[in-house]
Structure formats: C-alpha cells, structure tokens
C-alpha cells in the first residue's frame, strides 16, 4: 500500500470552522486516510473535561482499503458505507441529531496513486475507477455501454469538456472497432493528445463521477446533514470541482437542493443556515507543500 494514504487540505481551518465540543456527537462523511478524523478526536480531547459524557466520532467510507486506517478510540465507529446513506446509519445508531458534519469531497492520493483502481491515465490498469469495489457498473462498462449522446452528456456536465460530443464520437468509433477495457485504450480512443494533461484529467474526472454517483450521493448527503444538525450544529466541506462546490455553495446558501431562497414577509433570509466561510481557499504555503490543496475550497455553515 501507499505510504501516504492523503494528505487533506485545510486541515486545521477545516477543524476549527466545525467548533468542536468535547462531549459532541460529529460525523466525517470521508474517512479515508482519517486526517480529519483524528484531527476531531484529538481536539475533543484538547477540550474534553472528564467530568461530562465523551463525544462519540462517526467516520464513513465506502472502500474496504479506508479500513486499513482504522483508529483505536472507544469514542470512535466506522461505518463501511456509502455516506447517501447517513441517515439510514445515524438511525441504526438510535443518533437523532449531530453536532457537526464533515465532508472533504477531493478523491484520496491512494486512489490516484494505485494503479490498478484505474482512477489516473497515468497508469496502465483495467478502466475501473470503483470507489466500493463490491459496485457491479465501472468506468469500462459505461465506456462501452453509454450512447454517444449519454457519453457527450457525461463529459460536458461532469468534466466541462467544451469537446465533449467529439471525444464521445471518437470514444464510440473505438469500441465498434473492440471493447475499450484499458485506461490506455481510453486514453487513444478519445484522441486527447497526451500534453492535453488537463483534459485528459476533466475526461477520467467526468467518467469517475458517473461510475460512483457521486452528485447524486452529494444531494442525499446534504438533504441528510440538514436534518440531522442540531440548531448551533456545523456542517464544513471541502470540494474540489465547480459543479460539486455550485451545489454545495448553493445549498448552504438557500437550504434546498433547487438553491432557491425564500424569504419572509420582511425579505429576510429563511435559510436554515447561516453561512461561516464563503469558499476559503488553501495558502500559498500550503499548495506549495500540497500542490493537490489548489483546487479546494472550504465552505462552513452553522444551523440556525
């Protein structure tokens, strides 16, 4: 396995925006390599008086491989899952409501990094890009399965491929000639030049996107942490795409999934939310250290 697992961005302004209490019950939707995890656990202790109950840490990751990062803390449960259904595990638990939530929505280094999971043109590996393994559909089989209108679909939405239809057109000229079953195959059917790096990128985005849902587990995920954050509660997420931070931006904003904002008689702003960072984004210092934390951006809300 890796070394390095992740490496998370804005780690300590992540933490601090979720204003930890000691004896709170929080949930990190992304366990992965479980920075963020053992960032909460370890400012509940800098902050825990014993003479209360001990908060308790719900960390959510649907690969098998996030295991091997498992934490050994009484206060903390892992929950092998995908995080669409939060709501269905915090009732599991007899959890009604949650005083904080964390999201860090960037793909894992190990997932770039492992060659054969098939997420990076980088490698040569199977076209899989499967974040739970046990999932039927991979990134070969919509390859090879999508019409061109779904794949020129996928591509322009997901990745912001301005060439998307051409690259789907080439895509399906390939497969009738055999089934694209290789990143490399992907890479020469779609016909992006190799120095075309950034598109080539948008095109495995795009696709990676499609095979785990992904905007549609983001939607549930949100709908959920609305409803389960108590009043006072935070919610601090971490996106790395426009089309995912539109939906994340827009959603605090308005606390609905259409981002329209309602108002009352007097104009004002009946969203359950109140907004604490606005797309914070990580230092020059940081993206020196971490070039990965370039893209990201931090939004943090509080339930009113």
């Not at 991979?138 to 690259?167: M, Q």
């Not at 789907?168 to 992907?186: V, W």
Request: aromatic share 10%; glycine share 8%; net charge negative.
């Amino acid at each position: 396995m890796d070394s390095v697992y992740h490496i998370p961005a804005m780690l300590q302004e992540t933490i601090e925006g979720l204003a930890i209490k000691p004896q709170g019950v929080y949930v990190d939707v992304t366990f992965g390599g479980g920075g963020h995890s053992r960032a909460i656990l370890q400012r509940m202790d800098s902050i825990g008086d014993l003479s209360f109950d001990i908060g308790h840490l719900y960390s959510f990751d649907q690969d098998k491989d996030a295991l091997q990062n498992a934490i050994e803390d009484e206060r903390w449960t892992f929950v092998h899952s995908n995080f669409r259904y939060l709501r269905n595990w915090m009732d599991y638990y007899g959890v009604e409501h949650i005083d904080g939530l964390l999201a860090d929505l960037g793909v894992s280094f190990h997932h770039f990094d492992c060659p054969e999971r098939g997420f990076s043109f980088r490698f040569s590996a199977p076209l899989d890009m499967r974040m739970n393994q046990t999932a039927k559909r991979t990134a070969a089989d919509i390859v090879n399965g999508y019409s061109e209108e779904e794949l020129a679909k996928i591509f322009f939405l997901y990745g912001e491929l301005k060439n998307g239809r051409g690259i789907a057109k080439n895509i399906c000229k390939a497969r009738s000639q055999k089934p694209i079953e290789r990143t490399e195959d992907l890479v020469a059917a779609s016909r992006i030049p190799a120095e075309m790096s950034k598109e080539l990128a948008r095109l495995f985005q795009a696709l990676r996107i499609e095979v785990n849902d992904e905007m549609g587990a983001l939607r549930d995920m949100l709908v959920a942490a609305r409803d389960l954050l108590k009043p006072g509660g935070r919610i601090a997420i971490l996106t790395y795409h426009s089309l995912e931070d539109r939906l994340v931006k827009n959603f605090l904003r308005s606390g609905n999934l259409e981002g329209t904002i309602e108002k009352d008689f007097y104009g004002n702003n009946l969203s359950p939310f109140t907004l604490i960072e606005k797309g914070r984004e990580a230092s020059a210092e940081e993206v020196e250290r971490n070039p990965r934390a370039r893209s990201a951006k931090l939004r943090v809300a509080e339930k009113k």
